[in-house]
């Protein structure tokens, strides 16, 4: 046999062994992958939410209580056939002025359809900046039930002495929302 048709053969010869060997690496990969307990949702995250209104702006005075302030509402819910999720809530300050950033605080309230509070969240803007998202909800996990949010922003009075306030302040922010696809362990 000639030189040439050998160097053919051994070139054949090893493409089979190749794909012979990814073959036989696939079927055990598939084997192995879908032999224990795994569970898997090839759905689409599908979340219905409302924001009453996204924008915020007031001129806001020292209170003592979150009343004094200003409160708006974000709604959210899986739709049904939707994988797991989780939604953020966010402010993004557009203007602050005349306002010390560790007195303008913030309440959420996570309230069901029965009016029950389920989870509550509060802080300070001490470290926000204009036009920068600033996150007061962190991957809420959400369910077919509908949830509130309702979001209260107010000037702590307790936080104010006359150095570090003016009076004439303003406060101009946008309510924002993204959601979380929450995913399974492997």
């Known amino acids: 046999m000639s ?5 053919i053969i051994s070139i054949f010869v090893v493409s089979v062994i190749i794909v012979i060997a990814a073959g036989s690496a696939y079927a055990f990969f598939r084997f192995v992958t879908n032999s224990g307990n795994f569970e ?11 924001i009453s209104e996204p924008n915020l702006t007031g001129v806001l005075i020292p209170s003592a209580t979150r009343s004094g302030g200003v409160m708006e509402s ?5 739709r049904t056939g939707s994988v ?7 402010i993004n ?13 913030y309440d959420v309230d996570v309230i069901d359809t029965s009016s029950n509070i389920l989870n509550h969240y509060s802080g300070d803007f001490s470290t926000a900046t204009i036009g920068t ?3 007061i909800v962190d991957a809420y996990d959400l369910s077919t039930n509908l949830l509130t949010f309702n979001v209260y922003i107010w000037l702590d009075g307790t936080k104010i002495n006359n150095e570090n306030f003016n009076g004439n302040n303003h406060f101009n922010a946008v309510i924002t929302a993204d959601s979380v696809h929450i995913t399974g362990e492997f």
């Open 93 to 105: 300050p557009t203007e602050i002025e005349g306002i010390p950033l560790n007195a303008l605080s």
């Open 40 to 50: 898997s949702t090839a759905g689409k995250l599908d979340i219905d939410y409302n």
């Open 3 to 7: 030189n040439k048709k050998k160097i």
């Open 74 to 78: 974000v709604t959210a819910k899986l």
């Open 133 to 135: 998202p600033y996150k």
């Open 84 to 90: 797991d999720g989780a939604i953020n809530l966010y």
